[in-house]
Protein backbone atom coordinates (compact mmCIF):
# COMPACT_ATOMS: atom_id res chain seq x y z
CA UNK A 1 0.00 0.00 0.00
CA UNK A 2 1.59 2.96 -1.23
CA UNK A 3 1.84 6.36 1.37
CA UNK A 4 1.72 9.51 -0.26
CA UNK A 5 3.04 13.26 1.24
CA UNK A 6 -0.43 13.99 2.24
CA UNK A 7 -0.72 11.77 5.52
CA UNK A 8 2.47 12.50 7.27
CA UNK A 9 1.92 10.70 10.41
CA UNK A 10 1.37 6.93 7.79
CA UNK A 11 4.49 8.40 6.11
CA UNK A 12 7.01 8.25 9.18
CA UNK A 13 5.28 5.32 10.40
CA UNK A 14 6.50 3.53 6.83
CA UNK A 15 9.47 4.90 7.08
CA UNK A 16 10.63 3.81 10.98
CA UNK A 17 8.80 0.27 9.24
CA UNK A 18 11.56 0.55 6.48
CA UNK A 19 14.03 1.26 9.48
CA UNK A 20 13.45 -1.76 11.86
CA UNK A 21 14.08 -3.83 8.33
CA UNK A 22 17.20 -1.78 7.67
CA UNK A 23 19.26 -4.27 10.28
CA UNK A 24 21.59 -6.65 9.73
CA UNK A 25 22.13 -7.78 13.24
CA UNK A 26 22.13 -11.61 11.93
CA UNK A 27 25.57 -11.22 10.88
CA UNK A 28 26.65 -8.75 13.04
CA UNK A 29 28.55 -10.82 15.50
CA UNK A 30 29.42 -13.61 13.54
CA UNK A 31 30.70 -12.06 10.12
CA UNK A 32 34.37 -12.31 11.15
CA UNK A 33 34.17 -15.43 12.19
CA UNK A 34 32.15 -16.73 8.59
CA UNK A 35 35.08 -14.96 6.61
CA UNK A 36 37.98 -16.62 8.50
CA UNK A 37 36.63 -20.03 7.80
CA UNK A 38 37.64 -19.97 4.20
CA UNK A 39 40.22 -16.87 4.57
CA UNK A 40 43.51 -16.38 5.83
CA UNK A 41 43.98 -12.69 8.04
CA UNK A 42 46.23 -11.31 5.22
CA UNK A 43 43.30 -11.68 2.93
CA UNK A 44 40.73 -10.79 5.42
CA UNK A 45 42.55 -7.49 5.74
CA UNK A 46 43.12 -6.99 1.65
CA UNK A 47 39.09 -7.52 1.43
CA UNK A 48 38.49 -4.84 4.05
CA UNK A 49 40.90 -2.48 2.25
CA UNK A 50 39.25 -2.60 -0.75
CA UNK A 51 36.17 -1.98 0.84
CA UNK A 52 37.08 0.82 2.22
CA UNK A 53 38.30 2.38 -0.61
CA UNK A 54 35.47 1.64 -2.86
CA UNK A 55 33.17 2.64 -0.53
CA UNK A 56 35.16 5.87 -0.11
CA UNK A 57 35.74 6.58 -3.78
CA UNK A 58 31.72 5.53 -4.61
CA UNK A 59 30.26 8.15 -2.51
CA UNK A 60 30.36 11.04 -5.06
CA UNK A 61 29.25 9.42 -7.63
CA UNK A 62 26.08 7.41 -5.96
CA UNK A 63 25.51 10.56 -3.97
CA UNK A 64 25.07 12.30 -7.83
CA UNK A 65 23.33 9.11 -8.63
CA UNK A 66 20.28 9.71 -6.00
CA UNK A 67 20.27 13.60 -7.15
CA UNK A 68 20.11 12.94 -10.54
CA UNK A 69 17.66 9.51 -10.64
CA UNK A 70 15.48 10.26 -7.63
CA UNK A 71 16.31 9.67 -4.12
CA UNK A 72 13.70 6.65 -3.62
CA UNK A 73 14.18 4.56 -6.17
CA UNK A 74 18.20 5.06 -5.41
CA UNK A 75 17.54 4.16 -2.06
CA UNK A 76 15.38 0.51 -3.44
CA UNK A 77 18.61 -0.16 -5.54
CA UNK A 78 20.62 0.07 -2.55
CA UNK A 79 18.69 -2.45 -0.33
CA UNK A 80 18.51 -5.01 -3.34
CA UNK A 81 22.53 -4.55 -4.20
CA UNK A 82 22.90 -5.48 0.02
CA UNK A 83 20.80 -8.27 -0.19
CA UNK A 84 22.17 -9.89 -3.43
CA UNK A 85 25.71 -9.22 -1.72
CA UNK A 86 23.91 -11.17 1.56
CA UNK A 87 22.99 -14.16 -0.10
CA UNK A 88 26.37 -14.18 -2.23
CA UNK A 89 27.67 -15.06 0.85
CA UNK A 90 25.97 -18.65 1.16
CA UNK A 91 27.78 -19.40 -1.69
CA UNK A 92 31.64 -18.15 -1.94
CA UNK A 93 34.19 -20.01 -1.09
CA UNK A 94 37.12 -18.83 -2.08
CA UNK A 95 39.36 -15.07 -2.34
CA UNK A 96 37.72 -13.99 -5.67
CA UNK A 97 33.98 -14.99 -4.96
CA UNK A 98 34.54 -13.24 -1.12
CA UNK A 99 36.06 -10.23 -3.38
CA UNK A 100 32.82 -9.86 -5.39
CA UNK A 101 30.24 -10.07 -3.01
CA UNK A 102 32.62 -7.06 -1.24
CA UNK A 103 32.48 -5.09 -4.05
CA UNK A 104 28.25 -5.57 -4.30
CA UNK A 105 28.25 -4.60 -0.52
CA UNK A 106 30.11 -1.52 -1.17
CA UNK A 107 27.91 -0.33 -3.70
CA UNK A 108 24.60 -0.96 -1.43
CA UNK A 109 25.99 1.04 1.11
CA UNK A 110 27.33 4.09 -0.81
CA UNK A 111 24.49 3.87 -2.33
CA UNK A 112 22.47 4.74 0.68
CA UNK A 113 24.98 6.52 2.86
CA UNK A 114 24.12 9.96 1.50
CA UNK A 115 20.91 9.73 -0.38
CA UNK A 116 18.81 8.12 2.82
CA UNK A 117 19.64 11.71 4.69
CA UNK A 118 18.66 13.84 1.90
CA UNK A 119 15.35 11.62 1.28
CA UNK A 120 13.99 12.34 4.74
CA UNK A 121 15.29 15.80 4.94
CA UNK A 122 13.16 16.70 1.72
CA UNK A 123 10.19 14.86 2.60
CA UNK A 124 10.01 16.42 6.41
CA UNK A 125 10.61 19.43 4.68
CA UNK A 126 7.24 19.13 2.34
CA UNK A 127 4.98 18.01 5.36
CA UNK A 128 6.04 18.66 9.02
CA UNK A 129 9.19 20.75 8.30
CA UNK A 130 12.93 20.30 8.15
CA UNK A 131 13.04 20.64 12.12
CA UNK A 132 12.30 17.64 12.91
CA UNK A 133 15.01 16.23 11.43
CA UNK A 134 17.28 14.98 14.12
CA UNK A 135 13.65 13.97 16.30
CA UNK A 136 12.62 11.66 13.36
CA UNK A 137 16.42 10.25 12.35
CA UNK A 138 16.98 9.91 15.88
CA UNK A 139 13.82 7.48 16.02
CA UNK A 140 14.37 5.91 13.10
CA UNK A 141 17.93 4.69 13.80
CA UNK A 142 16.86 3.57 17.46
CA UNK A 143 13.85 1.38 15.89
CA UNK A 144 16.79 -0.16 13.88
CA UNK A 145 18.98 -0.64 16.44
CA UNK A 146 16.07 -2.39 18.15
CA UNK A 147 15.63 -4.67 15.91
CA UNK A 148 19.12 -5.59 16.09
CA UNK A 149 19.28 -6.53 19.74
CA UNK A 150 16.77 -9.17 18.63
CA UNK A 151 18.59 -9.91 15.12
CA UNK A 152 21.56 -10.03 16.30
CA UNK A 153 20.87 -12.92 19.14
CA UNK A 154 19.12 -15.14 16.65
CA UNK A 155 21.63 -14.55 14.09
CA UNK A 156 24.32 -15.96 16.66
CA UNK A 157 21.83 -18.86 17.37
CA UNK A 158 21.57 -19.64 13.51
CA UNK A 159 25.34 -19.61 13.03
CA UNK A 160 25.17 -22.76 15.62
CA UNK A 161 23.09 -24.31 13.80
CA UNK A 162 24.69 -23.55 9.75
CA UNK A 163 26.82 -20.55 9.61
CA UNK A 164 25.37 -19.69 6.21
CA UNK A 165 21.74 -19.31 8.01
CA UNK A 166 22.67 -15.60 9.44
CA UNK A 167 23.00 -14.71 6.03
CA UNK A 168 19.92 -15.55 4.44
CA UNK A 169 17.57 -14.63 7.26
CA UNK A 170 19.60 -10.84 6.48
CA UNK A 171 19.42 -11.27 2.97
CA UNK A 172 15.34 -12.10 3.26
CA UNK A 173 15.27 -9.22 5.37
CA UNK A 174 16.76 -6.75 3.01
CA UNK A 175 14.69 -7.65 0.33
CA UNK A 176 11.61 -6.99 2.36
CA UNK A 177 12.80 -3.49 3.15
CA UNK A 178 13.35 -2.91 -0.52
CA UNK A 179 9.52 -3.52 -0.59
CA UNK A 180 8.54 -1.03 1.95
CA UNK A 181 10.87 1.66 0.76
CA UNK A 182 9.68 1.33 -3.19
CA UNK A 183 5.73 2.33 -1.27
CA UNK A 184 7.20 5.43 0.03
CA UNK A 185 6.53 8.94 -1.78
CA UNK A 186 9.44 10.31 -4.08
CA UNK A 187 10.51 14.10 -3.04
CA UNK A 188 8.20 16.51 -4.40
CA UNK A 189 10.83 17.93 -6.77
CA UNK A 190 10.83 14.16 -8.15
CA UNK A 191 7.56 13.22 -8.03
CA UNK A 192 6.39 16.76 -10.26
CA UNK A 193 9.71 15.74 -12.70
CA UNK A 194 11.27 18.94 -12.50
CA UNK A 195 14.64 18.54 -10.25
CA UNK A 196 17.16 16.20 -12.66
CA UNK A 197 19.44 17.20 -9.95
CA UNK A 198 23.53 18.72 -11.16
CA UNK A 199 25.12 18.04 -14.24
CA UNK A 200 28.91 16.50 -13.61
CA UNK A 201 29.90 19.67 -14.64
CA UNK A 202 27.94 21.42 -11.73
CA UNK A 203 28.11 19.09 -8.82
CA UNK A 204 32.14 19.73 -8.09
CA UNK A 205 31.61 23.26 -7.90
CA UNK A 206 28.90 22.48 -5.39
CA UNK A 207 31.08 20.58 -3.89
CA UNK A 208 34.00 22.96 -3.65
CA UNK A 209 31.10 25.63 -2.18
CA UNK A 210 30.10 23.55 0.50
CA UNK A 211 32.61 21.62 1.75
CA UNK A 212 36.05 23.54 1.39
CA UNK A 213 34.67 26.68 2.70
CA UNK A 214 33.34 27.85 6.00
CA UNK A 215 31.32 27.30 7.91
CA UNK A 216 30.96 23.46 6.99
CA UNK A 217 34.46 22.82 6.47
CA UNK A 218 35.88 22.94 10.56
CA UNK A 219 32.58 20.86 11.31
CA UNK A 220 32.89 18.34 9.07
CA UNK A 221 36.71 17.45 9.32
CA UNK A 222 35.80 18.14 13.40
CA UNK A 223 32.77 15.44 12.84
CA UNK A 224 34.90 13.09 10.99
CA UNK A 225 38.02 13.00 13.51
CA UNK A 226 35.04 11.95 16.44
CA UNK A 227 33.72 9.25 14.00
CA UNK A 228 37.10 8.20 13.10
CA UNK A 229 37.62 7.12 16.55
CA UNK A 230 34.73 5.33 17.33
CA UNK A 231 35.00 3.35 13.61
CA UNK A 232 38.85 2.30 14.61
CA UNK A 233 37.66 1.87 18.51
CA UNK A 234 35.20 -0.54 17.44
CA UNK A 235 37.21 -2.64 15.51
CA UNK A 236 39.11 -3.83 18.59
CA UNK A 237 35.60 -4.72 20.82
CA UNK A 238 36.61 -8.86 20.39
CA UNK A 239 39.80 -9.12 21.25
CA UNK A 240 39.56 -6.82 24.27
CA UNK A 241 36.72 -8.29 25.50
CA UNK A 242 38.91 -12.24 25.32
CA UNK A 243 42.27 -10.82 26.74
CA UNK A 244 39.80 -9.11 29.80
CA UNK A 245 38.05 -12.03 30.70
CA UNK A 246 39.47 -14.83 28.86
CA UNK A 247 39.90 -16.67 32.59
CA UNK A 248 36.04 -16.10 33.11
CA UNK A 249 33.92 -19.23 33.74
CA UNK A 250 31.69 -18.68 30.44
CA UNK A 251 28.56 -20.23 32.52
CA UNK A 252 29.36 -17.92 35.62
CA UNK A 253 27.95 -14.73 33.48
CA UNK A 254 24.23 -14.06 34.21
CA UNK A 255 23.62 -13.81 30.15
CA UNK A 256 25.67 -16.91 29.31
CA UNK A 257 24.07 -18.73 32.26
CA UNK A 258 20.62 -18.23 31.52
CA UNK A 259 21.43 -19.08 27.61
CA UNK A 260 23.43 -22.08 28.89
CA UNK A 261 19.81 -23.08 30.79
CA UNK A 262 17.85 -22.44 28.10
CA UNK A 263 19.98 -24.73 25.56
CA UNK A 264 20.91 -27.61 27.85
CA UNK A 265 18.53 -31.17 28.36
CA UNK A 266 14.84 -29.84 28.86
CA UNK A 267 15.43 -26.04 27.82
CA UNK A 268 12.88 -24.38 26.02
CA UNK A 269 16.13 -24.56 23.02
CA UNK A 270 17.48 -27.92 23.13
CA UNK A 271 19.69 -28.56 20.40
CA UNK A 272 21.09 -25.02 20.29
CA UNK A 273 24.84 -25.27 21.05
CA UNK A 274 26.36 -22.63 23.32
CA UNK A 275 29.99 -21.98 22.08
CA UNK A 276 31.69 -18.45 22.19
CA UNK A 277 29.87 -17.31 19.00
CA UNK A 278 26.48 -17.60 20.61
CA UNK A 279 27.82 -15.77 23.41
CA UNK A 280 28.69 -12.96 21.28
CA UNK A 281 25.15 -12.51 20.17
CA UNK A 282 23.88 -11.11 23.75
CA UNK A 283 26.89 -9.07 23.94
CA UNK A 284 26.53 -7.29 20.63
CA UNK A 285 22.14 -7.06 21.15
CA UNK A 286 22.98 -4.97 24.11
CA UNK A 287 25.17 -2.52 22.37
CA UNK A 288 22.34 -2.23 19.92
CA UNK A 289 20.04 -1.37 23.03
CA UNK A 290 22.10 0.82 24.45
CA UNK A 291 22.59 2.61 21.08
CA UNK A 292 18.10 2.54 20.38
CA UNK A 293 18.09 4.37 23.80
CA UNK A 294 20.46 7.22 23.02
CA UNK A 295 19.24 7.69 19.70
CA UNK A 296 15.82 7.68 20.21
CA UNK A 297 16.36 10.97 22.41
CA UNK A 298 18.70 12.58 20.06
CA UNK A 299 16.17 15.20 19.29
CA UNK A 300 15.27 16.05 23.01
CA UNK A 301 19.30 16.22 23.46
CA UNK A 302 19.85 18.46 20.55
CA UNK A 303 16.85 20.61 21.90
CA UNK A 304 18.14 20.59 25.07
CA UNK A 305 22.16 21.05 24.89
CA UNK A 306 22.36 22.43 21.68
CA UNK A 307 24.89 20.64 18.71
CA UNK A 308 27.56 22.85 19.98
CA UNK A 309 27.90 21.53 23.68
CA UNK A 310 27.12 17.87 22.34
CA UNK A 311 30.06 18.09 20.25
CA UNK A 312 32.26 18.98 22.84
CA UNK A 313 31.18 16.69 25.49
CA UNK A 314 31.08 13.93 22.60
CA UNK A 315 34.85 14.80 22.39
CA UNK A 316 35.46 14.90 26.13
CA UNK A 317 33.87 11.23 26.27
CA UNK A 318 35.48 9.29 23.63
CA UNK A 319 39.05 10.85 24.62
CA UNK A 320 38.18 9.56 28.23
CA UNK A 321 36.69 6.26 26.72
CA UNK A 322 39.94 5.22 24.82
CA UNK A 323 42.32 6.57 27.40
CA UNK A 324 41.19 4.89 31.12
CA UNK A 325 41.44 1.64 29.55
CA UNK A 326 45.37 1.80 29.78
CA UNK A 327 45.38 1.93 33.82
CA UNK A 328 41.90 0.41 34.36
CA UNK A 329 41.40 -2.14 31.73
CA UNK A 330 38.15 -3.62 33.04
CA UNK A 331 36.60 0.24 32.17
CA UNK A 332 37.20 -1.22 28.66
CA UNK A 333 33.61 -2.12 28.65
CA UNK A 334 32.16 0.75 29.50
CA UNK A 335 33.69 2.31 26.37
CA UNK A 336 32.26 -0.46 23.84
CA UNK A 337 29.13 1.36 24.71
CA UNK A 338 30.04 5.01 25.49
CA UNK A 339 31.31 4.51 21.53
CA UNK A 340 28.58 3.37 20.24
CA UNK A 341 26.20 6.31 22.32
CA UNK A 342 28.47 9.22 20.82
CA UNK A 343 28.36 7.56 17.14
CA UNK A 344 24.68 7.11 17.50
CA UNK A 345 23.70 10.13 19.53
CA UNK A 346 25.73 12.53 17.10
CA UNK A 347 24.73 10.95 13.65
CA UNK A 348 21.34 12.43 13.11
CA UNK A 349 22.60 15.79 14.59
CA UNK A 350 25.33 15.92 12.46
CA UNK A 351 23.05 14.83 8.89
CA UNK A 352 20.84 17.55 10.45
CA UNK A 353 23.65 20.56 10.23
CA UNK A 354 24.51 19.66 7.00
CA UNK A 355 21.30 19.28 5.51
CA UNK A 356 20.46 22.50 6.64
CA UNK A 357 23.15 24.17 4.92
CA UNK A 358 22.62 22.55 1.36
CA UNK A 359 20.42 23.87 -1.01
CA UNK A 360 17.28 20.53 -2.24
CA UNK A 361 19.60 20.08 -5.76
CA UNK A 362 23.10 18.25 -4.96
CA UNK A 363 22.12 17.63 -1.30
CA UNK A 364 22.42 13.83 -1.82
CA UNK A 365 25.91 14.42 -3.39
CA UNK A 366 26.99 16.76 -0.70
CA UNK A 367 25.97 14.38 1.69
CA UNK A 368 28.00 11.65 0.24
CA UNK A 369 30.79 13.20 0.15
CA UNK A 370 30.70 14.09 3.74
CA UNK A 371 30.40 10.77 3.89
CA UNK A 372 33.51 9.97 2.00
CA UNK A 373 35.29 12.30 4.06
CA UNK A 374 34.41 10.06 7.51
CA UNK A 375 35.92 7.08 5.60
CA UNK A 376 39.14 9.13 4.63
CA UNK A 377 39.87 10.31 8.01
CA UNK A 378 39.38 6.72 9.43
CA UNK A 379 42.10 5.39 7.75
CA UNK A 380 44.69 6.98 9.63
CA UNK A 381 43.07 6.20 12.90
CA UNK A 382 42.76 2.11 11.69
CA UNK A 383 46.46 2.33 10.89
CA UNK A 384 47.50 4.00 14.04
CA UNK A 385 45.65 1.41 16.12
CA UNK A 386 46.76 -1.59 14.27
CA UNK A 387 50.26 -0.71 15.15
CA UNK A 388 49.57 -0.23 18.75
CA UNK A 389 47.64 -3.07 18.80
CA UNK A 390 50.50 -5.35 17.20
CA UNK A 391 53.09 -4.08 19.31
CA UNK A 392 51.46 -3.77 22.89
CA UNK A 393 48.00 -5.62 22.49
CA UNK A 394 44.59 -4.64 21.93
CA UNK A 395 43.85 -2.13 24.95
CA UNK A 396 47.14 -0.05 23.62
CA UNK A 397 45.22 0.14 20.35
CA UNK A 398 42.57 2.26 22.41
CA UNK A 399 45.33 4.12 24.00
CA UNK A 400 46.49 5.41 20.62
CA UNK A 401 43.23 6.69 19.17
CA UNK A 402 43.42 9.03 22.57
CA UNK A 403 46.26 10.41 22.02
CA UNK A 404 45.30 10.82 18.31
CA UNK A 405 42.13 12.29 18.99
CA UNK A 406 43.52 14.71 21.23
CA UNK A 407 46.47 15.72 18.85
CA UNK A 408 43.49 16.59 16.06
CA UNK A 409 40.35 17.86 17.84
CA UNK A 410 42.45 20.28 20.31
CA UNK A 411 44.12 22.05 17.38
CA UNK A 412 40.58 22.10 15.36
CA UNK A 413 39.02 23.44 18.17
CA UNK A 414 41.44 26.04 18.88
CA UNK A 415 41.82 27.74 15.08
CA UNK A 416 39.37 25.87 12.96
CA UNK A 417 35.79 27.05 14.74
CA UNK A 418 33.98 23.47 13.87
CA UNK A 419 31.58 24.26 16.36
CA UNK A 420 28.11 25.75 15.27
CA UNK A 421 27.65 29.58 16.57
CA UNK A 422 23.77 28.34 17.14
CA UNK A 423 22.81 26.00 19.49
CA UNK A 424 20.90 23.68 17.50
CA UNK A 425 17.74 23.18 19.02
CA UNK A 426 15.27 21.88 17.25
CA UNK A 427 11.38 22.32 18.06
CA UNK A 428 9.97 20.18 20.60
CA UNK A 429 6.51 18.42 19.08
CA UNK A 430 5.18 15.31 17.55
CA UNK A 431 6.51 13.79 14.35
CA UNK A 432 4.12 14.89 12.54
CA UNK A 433 3.55 18.10 14.23
CA UNK A 434 -0.23 17.01 15.51
CA UNK A 435 1.64 16.78 18.95
CA UNK A 436 3.82 17.05 21.89
CA UNK A 437 6.84 16.16 22.32
CA UNK A 438 5.73 13.59 25.80
CA UNK A 439 3.49 11.75 22.74
CA UNK A 440 4.84 8.67 20.67
CA UNK A 441 3.68 8.06 17.67
CA UNK A 442 5.90 4.26 17.44
Known amino acids: MRVDLSNPRALIRRYYLFQALAAVGF??????LFVLRDLTYPQYGTLSAVYSLLLVAGEIPTGYVGDRFGRRDTLVASKVALACSLLGFVAVDSFASYLAVYVVWALGIALTSGTGSAWLYEVLESTVGE?????????????????????TVVGALLYGLDPRYPFVAAGALMLVGAGVIATLPRTEQFERGDATGPSVREALPLLR????????????LFAAVLF????????????????????????????????????????????????????????????A???????????????????????ALAAVTLAAATLVPLAVPLAAFASFYLLRAVHF????????????????????????????????????????????????????????????????????????????DGDGATDDGDDTGEGTASESVD
Open 27 to 32: ISPIFA
Open 345 to 420: LLRPMVENHVNGRVEDVGRATVLSAVSMVFGLARTPFVVLAGVAAGARGPVAAYGALGVLLLATALPLAAFGSPFP
Open 131 to 151: NRFTHVRGRGQAIARWSSTVT
Open 209 to 220: DRLARPPLRSFV
Open 289 to 311: AVAAAVSYYAGPIEARLGLRRVL
Open 228 to 287: GVVGAANQYVQPIAVAVVEDVELAALPVAGAVEGATGEGGVLAGLPLTAETGLGPLYASF
